[in-house]
T-cell receptor, first 112, second 109 residues
Framework: DADVTQTPRNRITKTGKRIMLECSQTKGHDRMYWYRQDPGLGLRLIYYSFDVKDINKGEISDGYSVSRQAQAKFSLSLESAIPNQTALYFC???????????FGPGTRLTVL | AQRVTQPEKLLSVFKGAPVELKCNYSYSGSPELFWYVQYSRQRLQLLLRHISRESIKGFTADLNKGETSFHLKKPFAQEEDSAMYYCALSGRGSYIPTFGRGTSLIVHP
């Protein structure tokens, strides 16, 4: 679904570097989410936001921070990247009626 | 707390065979259950949700509150069904989903 986009699509960085992953959506949804996907662990929720002024920690927020710059934009930051943050990161929105999640294409992050 | 368990990491079948991907959940309130699918090199997308009681691509899933299950079924698997399948749960009105660990379905020709 091209309505949810993520940049960059791939990123390789070094331990200790600050990284920002960006997510934009044109679906007009208020609710946005960040997940990480690891083999064998499925999707785990990092942060979620129900509107611009509402930010909440998810299951695994340690080491991450987020910024909701506008209804359409939700960024995820790794302040000081570490190797075990190597994963596939997904942004998602959810519709207001059925709570269906709409995912971006993912960002593959490698921390060396 | 809400929890979703997909007991099989991998399910391997031959084309034309029936398929059942298991999903069990734990939640004290009224759950909203979903199945999402991720085909190779594609993003996750909704397959079906229990409130719609629909059949998508031949797949169905019935919510069994007594057994707290939401198993995904298809009577005759096709090669194009090969993908990763995730079961997910949201508490009604909470909008905070929990995903299972996923089951990789491989359909052999």
């Amino acid at each position: 679904d091209a309505d949810v986009t993520q940049t960059p699509r791939n990123r390789i960085t070094k331990t200790g570097k600050r990284i920002m992953l960006e997510c934009s959506q044109t679906k007009g949804h208020d609710r946005m989410y960040w997940y990480r996907q690891d083999p064998g662990l499925g999707l785990r929720l990092i942060y979620y936001s129900f509107d611009v002024k509402d930010i909440n920690k998810g299951e695994i927020s340690d080491g991450y921070s987020v910024s909701r710059q506008a209804q359409a934009k939700f960024s995820l930051s790794l302040e000081s990247a570490i190797p075990n943050q190597t994963a596939l990161y997904f942004c998602a929105t959810s519709d207001p009626f059925f709570d269906t999640q709409y995912f971006g294409p993912g960002t593959r992050l490698t921390v060396l | 707390a809400q929890r979703v368990t997909q007991p099989e990491k991998l399910l391997s079948v031959f084309k034309g065979a029936p398929v059942e991907l298991k999903c069990n959940y734990s939640y004290s309130g009224s759950p909203e259950l979903f199945w999402y699918v991720q085909y190779s090199r594609q993003r996750l997308q909704l397959l079906l949700r229990h409130i719609s009681r629909e059949s998508i691509k031949g797949f169905t899933a019935d919510l069994n509150k007594g057994e707290t299950s939401f198993h995904l079924k298809k009577p005759f698997a096709q090669e194009e069904d090969s993908a990763m399948y995730y079961c997910a749960l949201s508490g009604r009105g909470s909008y905070i989903p929990t995903f299972g660990r996923g089951t990789s379905l491989i359909v052999h020709p």
